[in-house]
């Protein structure tokens, strides 16, 4: 069974990059056919997708995150690393990583990690 372990800083100041890692566990992110996705919730408000790379490493951004979004993998650590930067206050919000064949707001993945959630504030 594939387990995702999202980390990263809880607190990041204004026009700084966040920067998260996805740890995969249970399978590898080479898996054919599989894409690995980032998605948040800001508080009181529904799941947004933000982007997602896939098992040859391309990668796909949500139109209004792409300017400011990027996602690398490192196979050797069955890792992926979201960022998203500058951020402002308005990009506070619970971050998760999640796994399966599809990506995008079907938000219909096999695996998703437990999420951490990351203020952005001075």
């Known amino acids: 069974q594939v387990q995702l372990q999202e980390s990263g800083p809880g607190l990041v100041k204004p026009s700084q990059t966040l920067s998260l890692t996805c740890t995969v566990s249970?399978?590898?992110?080479?898996?054919?056919?599989?894409?690995w996705n980032w998605i948040r919730q800001p508080p009181g408000k529904g799941l947004e997708w933000m982007g997602a790379?896939?098992?040859?490493?391309?990668?796909y951004y949500s139109p209004s995150l792409k300017s400011r979004t990027s996602i690398s993998r490192d196979t050797s650590k069955n890792q992926f690393t979201p960022q998203l930067g500058p951020v402002t206050p308005e990009d506070t919000a619970v971050y998760y990583c999640?796994?399966?064949?599809?990506?995008?707001?079907?938000?219909?993945?096999?695996?998703w990690g437990q999420g951490t959630p990351v203020t952005v504030s001075s």
């Open positions: 249970g399978g590898s992110i080479t898996t054919n056919g599989y894409y």
């Open positions: 790379i896939t098992y040859s490493g391309s990668t």
């Open positions: 999640a796994g399966g064949d599809t990506f995008g707001r079907s938000y219909n993945f096999d695996s």
